[in-house]
């Protein structure tokens, strides 16, 4: 099985940085997912790590460590418009046939404040 | 990318009944899974809806509760069959190629 681990919440002022954390357990790991999910709508895709180190996207960058089972969404020059929830997914194979699972964390919801 | 509508967006159902969503992808994906999300709480995996062939449903989840069809690459339903107040929730479809695409989610609240 899989046991994935986050902050429930958190908060931070507009225009600062934050790192958002995400700890795994799992057998068959095959990449890590971020996906941000604002109140009443579907979760959109962030970032995909599947090997170690940083990947860097505009404001967001995600770090992934294999070894360590670990994971960091880093949001910088926050926004408003930031406040949502961060979701950390694991993907993982099954042991028969090779599928491709993918489990969801519980969410750190983020608010941004003035 | 990947474009995911669902119908209904939204229902309200009496106990007992049950409800089909129905899921459509605007370009063919590898693999269709359906989630689940209660209010409040990140996404629970149902199951993954194979083409021609019964779905793998997640521990917790059974083929009489909520059956799966995907008759071809970019359709899928589930059925969320004799419901209870415990069934009311977001229920969500995915499609996954290259990454994993999220459909809006259908509101469902049960009676």
């Known amino acids: 099985g899989q046991n994935i681990d986050q902050p429930t919440e958190m908060t931070a002022t507009e225009g600062a940085i934050v790192q958002i954390n995400c700890t795994y357990q799992t057998s068959g790991f095959n990449g890590l997912f971020w996906y941000q999910q604002h109140a009443g709508e579907a979760p959109t895709f962030l970032s995909y790590?599947?090997?170690?180190g940083l990947e860097e996207k505009g404001r967001f960058s995600s770090f992934l460590s294999r070894s360590k089972g670990y994971s960091y969404l880093l949001l910088k020059e926050l926004q408003m418009k930031d406040s949502a929830s961060y979701l950390c997914?694991?993907?993982?194979?099954?042991?028969?046939?090779?599928?491709?699972?993918?489990?969801f964390g519980t969410g750190t919801k983020l608010q941004v404040i003035p | 990318s990947a474009v995911i509508s669902q119908k209904p967006s939204r229902d309200i159902c009496q106990r007992g009944t049950s409800l089909t969503i129905q899921c459509q992808v605007d370009?063919?994906?590898?693999?269709m899974f359906w989630y689940r999300q209660q209010p409040g709480q990140s996404l629970t995996l149902i199951a993954t809806?194979?083409?021609?062939?019964?779905?793998?449903?997640e521990s917790g989840f059974v083929i009489d509760k909520f059956p799966i069809s995907r008759p071809n690459l970019t359709f899928s339903t589930l059925t969320v069959s004799n419901m209870s107040p415990e069934d009311s929730s977001i229920y969500l479809c995915?499609?996954?190629?290259?990454?994993?695409?999220f459909g809006p989610g259908t509101r469902l609240l049960v009676l």
């Open positions: 370009s063919q994906v590898t693999m």
């Open positions: 997914a694991v993907r993982d194979r099954r042991n028969s046939g090779g599928y491709q699972k993918v489990t």
């Open positions: 995915s499609g996954w190629r290259e990454t994993q695409y």
């Open positions: 809806a194979n083409q021609g062939s019964e779905a793998t449903y």
């Open positions: 790590n599947v090997l170690d």
